[in-house]
DNA sequence: GTCTATAATTAGATAGAC
DNA sequence: GTCTATCTAATTATAGAC
C-alpha cells in the first residue's frame, strides 16, 4: 500500500501544482496547507519542510503561473518594434488571443490575481513587482501607439489593462456561474474562439477596417 | 467604558456591513466569524445568534448588496420598451455608467461575486438564483437588439455579461493593485467617468456615431 | 430574547526521530 | 536531508446563564 519516495523536485512540483488549485479556489486565507498536502498525498509539515512557509509556497506557485504565461503568449516586447502600426495592431491582436486560451486552460492565474489584487499587503507587492509590472507597462505602451494609429478602442491607455484582463478572463475564472447561467461550456474550444474574437474586434475596431482596405 | 446596547436591526446591519467587508477581503472561507464580530464590537457567537450560521450571515450580506445595486442602477426592464434603438442605446449606455459608479462605490459586490463564481456549490446556486440571473437575462436581451440595430460591439450576446462586468469592474475589485501599476486613485471622480467613458464608447461605438448623424 | 462561557475542530509551524 | 509526532493558536458552533 506504500507510495514509492518521491524525489525533491516531484514532490515540490505537486505540492505547487496543488497549491495553485487551492489557492485559486479559496483565496491565500481561505486554503489550507492540509488541503493542499493531502491533495498530493503528503503531510501538511512537509510544505514547511519544503518551502518554509505559507507565504513562500504562494509565491513559487505564482512564479509558476507567470512564466507559464510567458511561454504561452511570448514576449510582447517585439510589438513595439514592428515596422507599421497595422503589423503592430496585428501582433497585439495574436497576443490578446493567446491570453484569451491561456485564462481559459489555467483559470488559476486570474483568480489568484483578482484575489491578491483585493487587498494591500507585501505579497500583493511581490507579485506586482516580479511579474506584473513588465505586463502593465507593455500593455500602455503598444496601447498608446495603437490608440494614435487609430486602431484601438477609445479606452485611455492607463485604465485599458484592467479592461483587458478583466474582459478576457472573467468568464473562465467564474466558469461555474457561466455554466448556471448559461448552460453552455466556457472552456469549449468554439467559446474560448468566440470570445477572443468578440474581445479582439472590439478593442481593436480599426484593425478590421484596415485588412479590408489593404 | 461600556457601550450603550444595540437594539437587534441596528446590530444585525452592523454586523451584515462588517460581514461585506471582510466576505470581499478574503472569501467565504477566509473570512473569520470573529474578525467580522470584533469589527464591529461584538463577540463572535451574537453572529450564530443573530444570523444562525455563517452561510445564513453570508446571504444576508449578499441580498443587501444586490438591494443596493437595484436602488443604484435601476430597473433595466423598460430599456426593452424604448421606443426606437437609439433610444435604447442612451438608456443602457446609462445604465452602463451607474453599474461603472457602483462598482467603484462598493466593490464588495465584484469582490464578493467574483470569489463567488470560482466554486460550483450552493452558495454560488442561490445568490445565481436569487440575484444574478434576471441582470444576466436582461443583458442579453437588451444586448441582442443593439446589436441588430449596429449600436453595440461584435461581441456575443452569450459572453457579453462577463466582457461588461469585467472590464467595468476589475480595477475596483483590484483597487490596490491600480494604486501600485499606476500612482493614480481609481475610486478619484474622474477615473471612475474616465472609465466609464471608455467602455460606453468602446461597447457601444454607434452610439456615438448616430448621436452626431440625428 | 440575548449574550457569555466553553466545547470540538482545524489552522500553520516546530522539534526531534529517522 | 527528510518526514512524523506534536504544540499553540485560531476556527465555528452550542449550551446554558442572565
Redesign the interface.
Known sequence: MRRPRRTRDDLRDQLIESALVEF????????STRSIAERVDAHQPQINYHFASKEALWDAAVAHLFDQLLNAVGEVAPLDGADDDIEAGLAFADALRRFVRFAADH?ELN?I????????NDR??RM?ERH??AW?EITTTVWTRLRDAGIA????P??????I???????F??????????G?E?NARA?VE??A???V???L?GLTTARTDR
Chains 1, 2 share one sequence.
Request: glycine letters at 8%; proline letters at 10%.
Open positions: 485559486a479556489a479559496k483565496g491565500f486565507d481561505g486554503a483559470p483568480r490575481m483578482v484575489h491578491a489584487g483585493t487587498e494591500d500583493l507587492h506586482l506584473v509590472r502593465y478602442a477609445p479606452i485611455a492607463s485604465n485599458v489593462y484592467w479592461v484582463v478583466g474582459a478576457a478572463s472573467l468568464p475564472v467564474n466558469a461555474p456561474e457561466v455554466r448556471v447561467l448559461t453552455t466556457p467559446w468566440t470570445h474574437d468578440g474581445i474586434a472590439t478593442l475596431p
